[in-house]
Each structure stands twice: as C-alpha cells, then as structure tokens.
C-alpha cells in the first residue's frame, strides 16, 4: 500500500496516518519529520538541509526527494508507505512520480481529506496542548475536564502564538493556491480517494478503511501514471538548431563544388567503376516469321565456247 495524504492544515491528516501505519504495517514518512531527522545525523543530505536553512532559504525538491529515496529505500517501507507533506505542487508530484517509477514502487493512490473551511478554522485556533505531556486538546471539540489543565497529567495547557485566525488564514491561503491543485492532477489521472474528515477520530479512520480495503487487497489495481511530456525546445534554441543546420548544409555543398567541377566532362562510369566510352549502334531490324522466300538466282556466266565462236 502506497499512500500519499492530502489535506489543508488541521485536516487531520498526521492522526490518520499513524493510524493507517499501525494497520497496515507501513511507515508514515512525514517529511518535517524526515528534515529533522537529516539535519540531526550529518549526513550529507542532512548538511545540505543545514546550509540551506542557515541562509533562511526554503530546502530544495531535490534534497528532499533524494532525503525519501533514501527512506523509502529501508526495508520497512517494502510493503508499501504512507506520505505526509509531500508532494505540495504540482512540480513536485510529477518529481515523485518519476522517482518512483524509478524505483517501480507507483503509488496506488492520493486520499483527500475533505474538510470544510469553518471547521479548519476551528480546530486550528480551539487548539490547545500540554506543556508537559504533549496531549492535544480542542476547546470546541475536545475540551479538557478543567480549562486550560491537562487531564492525564494536570499540567498547564499552551495556546501557540501561530494558532490565531490571521496566521491560519493566510495557511490556508497557500494550501488553496499551490496544494488544492495537486486533486484536480490525481482527480484527472484517477488516483484520486476522497474521504469525509468532520466526525470523530475512529469515524474518520472507518471511512479510510472502507475506502483503502479493496485497494490493500488487490481487488483494485493502482493507476500508474502517465510518462511526462517531451518539453518543447524554446524559441531561442531552436532558432540556434535552425541555424546549426544551416551553416552545415552550406559546409557540405561548398565541399561537393569542387568534387562537381572536377567530375564534370569525364565520361560516365560503368558499374565497376571504370569509363567505357558509349557507342551507338544502330537499332536492330525485327525478324520476319513465316516461310523462307526463295533468293533470286544469279545468271550464269558464258561458257568458254561461246565467247571462242
């Protein structure tokens, strides 16, 4: 089973795949998670991501693409993988696509989950967490027993400064203009999984099965996708190919004057390669068919006596 996970901030989509992975024995591969972890290891991907956030500049696809080749290449991520965060564009889907098909691993879907913009907004800005524990609690929809004090360990919730509706809109923002795109793409290439995200936590996750069962048992093939397009030269090179071939068309035929001239006069060559001069003979007279005429006899000549007489 290979997912990736589609889905606006507060969609839902961390709590999902964690869920999908323990169900199906896959690794969710988020790639905030997979940034952190290179950047801890000194690899040398990992100091690429460094240099690259050091000089307060976005990490590169290709780092991050060469970061999931490397994860999807460890033997737990055989059987399939759940991706989070990754592709966010277009550019980037058709970059996962072509390294998959490279590693023959073709995702057998993208699952979408569809929330409403009201309820994003509100999961994002009810958001509260435990200092201490790390719990996660929703004012709105999943609030603690006490305001504002953990149930398991009874420390102090936190309200991060990001989870205002300034902030969270303009996320929201960037999800419409550059990830909404990415469904219309698997949408019209049929490996496109909706599914329903308002609803408890199981509800959501029964309706993830539902929709991935027939799919894990191979009742559903995936769709691979289709090869890129050729790019089309630019303008300015193939003005410079037209420009090429012209100068070596006119390269050859200066090369061929001078072999013309020299040839030129000379009587033609036979086959084998030799020059034979060409005689004309004269056309040859049709046969008659038929019966032999007889040929005119010829008169004798005098005998000896007369011319004595």
């Known amino acids: 089973m290979r997912i990736v996970l589609l889905g606006a901030p507060g969609s839902g989509k961390g709590t999902q795949a964690k869920k999908l992975a323990v169900k199906y024995r896959i690794p969710h591969i988020s790639t905030g998670d997979l940034l952190r972890s290179a950047l801890a290891s000194g690899t040398p991907l990992g100091l690429q991501v460094k240099a690259a956030m050091d000089a307060g500049q976005l ?5 991050v693409l060469g970061i999931i080749r490397e994860r999807l290449r460890s033997s737990d ?10 592709p966010r564009n277009i550019a980037q889907a058709q970059s996962l696509d072509g390294m998959l098909r490279i590693l023959n691993q073709p995702l057998d879907c993208a ?13 994002l800005t009810g958001r509260r967490t435990c200092e201490n524990c790390g719990a996660t609690y929703n004012i709105y929809t999943n609030p603690p027993r006490l305001d504002d004090q953990c149930d398991r360990c009874g420390a102090a919730l936190r309200h991060r400064a990001d ?6 809109g303009n996320r929201l923002r ?5 990830t909404k795109p990415l469904v219309d ?56 190919a037209a420009k090429g071939k012209l100068l070596s068309a006119e390269a050859a035929s200066k090369t061929a004057k001078p072999q013309q001239k020299a040839q030129a006069g000379k009587p033609a060559a036979s086959k084998t390669g030799s ?15 038929g019966k032999k005429t007889a040929k005119p006899s010829r008169p004798k000549a005098a005998s000896k006596r007369k011319k004595h007489r």
Do not use: H
């Open 59 to 63: 990490v590169s696809d290709d780092i």
């Open 185 to 240: 793409l698997y949408l019209n290439q049929g490996r496109l999984e909706s599914v329903n995200g308002v609803g408890s936590e199981d509800e959501v996750f029964r309706r993830m099965l539902n929709t991935l069962e027939p799919i894990a048992r191979g009742l559903r093939k995936p769709k691979l996708p289709p090869p890129p397009p050729v790019k089309a030269k630019s303008p300015a090179k193939a003005a410079l």
């Open 275 to 289: 020059a034979k001069p060409v005689s004309r003979k004269p056309a040859a007279q049709p046969k008659l068919r």
């Open 77 to 86: 991520a055989k059987k399939g993988f759940i991706l989070d965060g990754f």
């Open 163 to 168: 989870d205002n509706e300034v902030t969270i």
């Open 111 to 123: 699952v979408l989950m569809d929330v409403d913009f009201d309820v994003l907004m509100q999961r």
């Open 174 to 178: 960037v999800y419409e203009s550059q």
